[in-house]
């Protein structure tokens, strides 16, 4: 089945840019999906078709898709976007929505 | 406001079965296919089932097919998860999620989520 592997931690000081990556064969031929899940919460989807943004998201929130990777940037990180965020794509070959594999983002 | 709230999570023991609701409010319950996300203890998201919006297409993770069954009811809003035949590896929050489409093929979202029901599989 497709597999999405993001780097399990991204560390980044406040203010700075933070960009997590998710990779996947050709997936910048696919939508893709992003979330944010902070500790004890639920996940929010902060961006969805590779780039589009949810209502309420910040501006902060970006994403863009190309070749074999996705990319969710965070510009002008804050001490509250500390989390982990997952990729999601939907995987047409096997039927099945596939996510990525994690990553946490440490506010240094 | 959308609201999605589960219930009927649990201790089971491993081949015992459990039945996890879905309970939405604050939306056209039935403009939407439905899904069912689960979480293992300090581990990644892992997609468990989904439905569209008139039940005719259901999907299941290689994990559960078989041994899961989803449903829904659009008359009281409802969603389902008959789980049987349950393992340690099913011990996990499960998440229910609306979808940002009716039908459950595609590139859609998962738009809201519930906050989730706790299963728990041993002896």
């Known amino acids: 089945s497709y597999v999405l592997t993001q780097p399990p931690s991204v560390s980044v000081a406040p203010g700075k840019t933070a960009r997590i990556t998710c990779g996947g064969n050709n997936i910048g031929s696919i939508s893709v999906h992003w979330y944010q899940q902070k500790p004890g919460q639920a996940p929010v989807l902060v961006i969805y078709?590779?780039?589009d943004r949810p209502s309420g998201i910040p501006e902060r929130f970006s994403g863009s898709n190309s070749g074999d990777t996705a990319t969710l940037t965070i510009s002008r990180v804050e001490a509250g976007d500390a989390a982990d965020y997952y990729c999601q794509v939907w995987d047409s070959t096997s039927d099945h929505y596939v996510f990525g594999t994690g990553t946490e983002v440490t506010v240094l | 406001e959308v609201q999605l709230v589960e219930s009927g999570g649990g201790l089971a023991q491993p081949g015992r079965s459990l039945r996890l609701s879905c309970e939405a409010s604050g939306f056209k319950f039935d403009d939407y296919a439905m899904h069912w996300v689960r979480q293992g203890p300090g581990k990644g998201l892992e997609w468990v089932s989904g439905i569209s919006w008139n039940s005719d297409r259901k999907g299941y993770g290689d994990s559960v097919r078989g041994r899961f069954t989803i449903s829904r009811d659009n008359a009281k809003n409802s969603l389902l998860l008959q789980m049987n035949s349950l393992r340690g590896e099913d011990t996990a929050l499960y998440f229910c999620?609306?979808?940002?489409?009716?039908?459950?093929?595609?590139?859609?979202?998962?738009?809201?989520w519930g906050q989730g029901a706790l299963v728990t599989v041993s002896s």
């Open positions: 078709h590779d780039s």
């Open positions: 999620a609306r979808s940002s489409a009716s039908t459950i093929r595609g590139f859609q979202s998962f738009e809201y």
